[in-house]
Nanobody
Framework: QVQLVESGGGLVQPGGSLSLSCVAS????????MYWYRQAPGKQRELVAS???????NYEDSVKGRFTISRDNPLNTVYLQMNSLKPEDTAVYYC????????????????WGQGTQVIVSS
């Protein structure tokens, strides 16, 4: 199957920046889209940003203009650059990748990373 490994979380002051990365590995045939979600304590998981294989991206309204999602297709990696961070951005951030892996034929996968904690606090 396909495994995801995230990195880059941590503690940052309000107004600061962090960059997250997520590497997908396994017998990947083709990645369709890559996503970043987040889940704050006591809240439901929400979609933060998404990017297709063609590079089209979308953002949740509260992060528009502050977060940038990007991907490196040959490396099967997705990034999330987070600028002008606010305390309300504090959450566990998860990457999610959907596509096809090689088995006896292409088989769909929908994999999740383990999550990385982002804390925005002074």
């Amino acid at each position: 199957q396909v495994q995801l490994v995230e990195s880059g979380g941590g503690l940052v002051q309000p107004g600061g920046s962090l960059s997250l990365s997520c590497v997908a590995s396994g017998n990947i045939f083709r990645i369709i889209a890559m996503y970043w979600y987040r889940q704050a304590p006591g809240k439901q998981r929400e979609l933060v940003a998404s990017i297709t294989s063609g590079g089209n991206s979308n953002y949740e309204d509260s992060v528009k203009g502050r977060f940038t999602i990007s991907r490196d297709n040959p490396l099967n990696t997705v990034y999330l650059q987070m600028n002008s961070l606010k305390p309300e951005d504090t959450a566990v951030y998860y990457c999610n990748v959907r596509g096809y892996y090689s088995s006896s034929g292409p088989s769909f996968f929908d994999s999740w990373g383990q999550g990385t904690q982002v804390i925005v606090s002074s």
